[in-house]
């Protein structure tokens, strides 16, 4: 198996090499791709140096599968290249998740509608895929009418320079302002760009992508996207009103048993999900499982998942795992 990951030298590319060498692909040919500036550098994995080469080079190569994390300018040129020449594009940008024709997936939940025809596959946004992965076995069971949620990000779903922000603001250096405000000590609720009816672009991805992934357009969601000063990790308040009436007691064993959660949720000893002790780890985690009293079928959850993990790198490379197990490539 030939595999590429394009945006090698990035803060995601980075961490699903590391996920590639875990998940048992260490003995495979892995081909590391960046901008010109980066061509030649050495980059370690499983135990050696792969060099980076340029993009061209890497769709000369034609890999099976390129796993892209290089922003959506270089995905909308590269990747139906990497997709003429045969390779499968596993894209973590946002710039093939609204075309209808390209499926946005997270394998448990729908990752039996790809076919060996897909050559461009998009993963979701990070705060999205932690969401549906909760959401999906609620839905399943009790049809979900309309979702409130509220989403704590880290800074490392903006990047390096984000975090280097933060980390020079906690010293008290001045920093780099990736930011509209100061990020250590604060909080704000701007995550993406603002758009014309006053939402933002992170909120507006996990209306339309929610949708996408469940398979159902009548949900009703709306949201609000707040960055806080947190180095790893999304955090997300979610408040859920089904169409069925449920049994509390009920919730807990059927997340308990949804592949890739884990329930904290044991208030008497403060265990519940947090964002430091998702970090490293590809679950995700819900807790503060609770009715809502102030209308019927209603739930409370709390979301917690490591964004560059399963909100990331993890998807990516799972999406990967299932086209090669059921024989898609």
Known sequence: MKIAIVGATGLVGNIMLKVLEEQGFANEEILVAASSKSVGKSIPFANRQLQVISIDDCIAAKPQIAIFSAGSAVS??????????GTTVIDNSSAWRKEKHIP???????GDILTAK???IANPNCSTIQMVAALCPLH???GIKRIVVST??????????????LKDECKGLQAEAVYPHPIHNNLFPHGGNF????????????VDETRKI?????LQITATVVRVPVMGGHSEAVNIEFHKEYD????KPLLEKTKGIVVQDDITNNHYPTPLHSEGKDEVFVGRIRRDFSQPKTLNIWVVSDNLRKGAATNSIQIAQYLIENKLI
């Open 152 to 165: 704590y990000q880290s800074v490392t779903g903006t990047g390096v320079k984000a975090v280097q922000q």
């Open 248 to 251: 509390l007691k009920d919730i």
């Open 140 to 142: 399943q069971t009790y």
């Open 118 to 120: 897909d050559k461009i």
């Open 214 to 218: 469940l398979g159902d357009d009548s």
């Open 76 to 85: 909308l040129q590269y990747a139906p290249l990497f997709a003429q020449n």
């Open 104 to 110: 946005l997936v997270v394998p448990e939940i729908n």
């Open 195 to 206: 758009l014309d009816n006053g939402y933002t672009t992170e909120e507006e991805k996990l």
